[in-house]
């Protein structure tokens, strides 16, 4: 079995990329997928553990792009983490996190709680910062009881302390990932809150943007979801992927291979479509 969709310490998870490595190894997984945040920096580490342990490490990132009903995000497979334009576009909007952070603790601020931004930049420990570190800052200064608190009371949309991320055109991130030689995928579609005719067309506009393929196998959708993005993806001709969106204790209810609960089930036969669609050199 393989997972197709992890984060390390890099992004948003709570493993750094040799931990997440040796997790698989132990799960007995054949190959991962690292699709951090807006970054590559975990790759290189992961492949080299990945190539000690004996598990394929596939090089990805995960971006999240604008759209009119919220973020779309888009998991780039087989790309060339060296690629000039890619490393350039991926900090830019890794210092867009970083500003994103520092508003988000400043309104924290006006409620009364007092972090830091300092605070949050060091429990990342990378570019790459989310909401999820802010969340565990505010767990550790016991302002919260969990990080699913942290983001229910102040940093899911419609919260206090939410900020909204300054994002790329879905066009522009599907040519970037393409261009650095991989392959654009549409990650967890049922997050997008469409269904039906609309999430067709949806979907038909991303794949007339470049998209080679859907997330089916998540952690988040039902059997009844898989089967009917199973079906679009078949009609559009599309690639099917799959992983947990495994992020360690920052999502304690999702596990590194088998989602929640043991609800996803990705196949080697998954990662060899990708290969082929690929034009990344192996």
């Known amino acids: 079995m393989i997972d197709l969709h992890t ?7 709570t493993l750094t990329p040799e931990a997440l490595v040796e997790l698989a190894a132990k799960k007995k997984l054949t190959a991962i997928a690292l699709t951090d945040h807006d970054t590559v920096a975990g790759v290189p580490r992961a492949v080299e553990a990945g190539r000690k342990a004996g598990v394929e490490v596939v090089p990805g990132v995960e971006v999240s792009v604008d759209s009119e009903r919220g973020a779309v995000h888009l998991l780039g497979y087989f790309v060339r983490p060296d690629d000039p334009s890619l490393q350039a576009k991926l900090a830019q909007w890794c210092q867009a996190r970083q500003q994103r952070a520092r508003r988000i603790v400043e309104r924290l601020e006006e409620l009364g709680i007092g972090i ?49 991320r300054e994002m790329p055109e879905a066009a522009e991130a599907i040519a970037l990932i393409r261009s650095a030689g991989g392959v654009a995928v549409l990650a967890h579609p049922a997050t997008l809150a469409l269904k039906g005719t609309d999430l067709e067309a949806r979907v038909k506009e991303l794949h007339a943007l470049g998209l080679d393929g859907l997330e089916v196998h998540w952690s988040g959708h039902s059997m009844r979801q898989r089967r009917d993005l199973l079906a679009l993806a078949k009609k559009l001709s599309l690639l099917v992927t799959g992983g947990s969106d495994f992020h360690g204790d920052n999502k304690p209810g999702i596990q ?23 034009t990344l050199s192996i």
């Not at 060091?122 to 016991?142: D, M, N, Q, T, Y």
């Not at 590194?256 to 690929?278: D, I, T, Y």
């Open 256 to 278: 590194l291979g088998s989602g929640r609960r043991g609800n996803v089930r990705v196949a080697e036969s998954v990662l060899e479509a990708l290969r082929r669609r690929c």
């Open 7 to 13: 984060h390390s310490t890099a992004s948003d998870g």
């Open 116 to 164: 830091s931004y300092a605070q949050v930049a060091e429990l990342a420990g990378s570019e790459s910062i989310g909401r999820p570190h802010v969340a565990r800052v505010l767990l550790g200064a016991k302002a919260v009881r969990s990080v699913e608190e942290a983001f229910e009371r102040y940093l899911r949309r419609g919260r206090p302390a939410y900020v909204p």
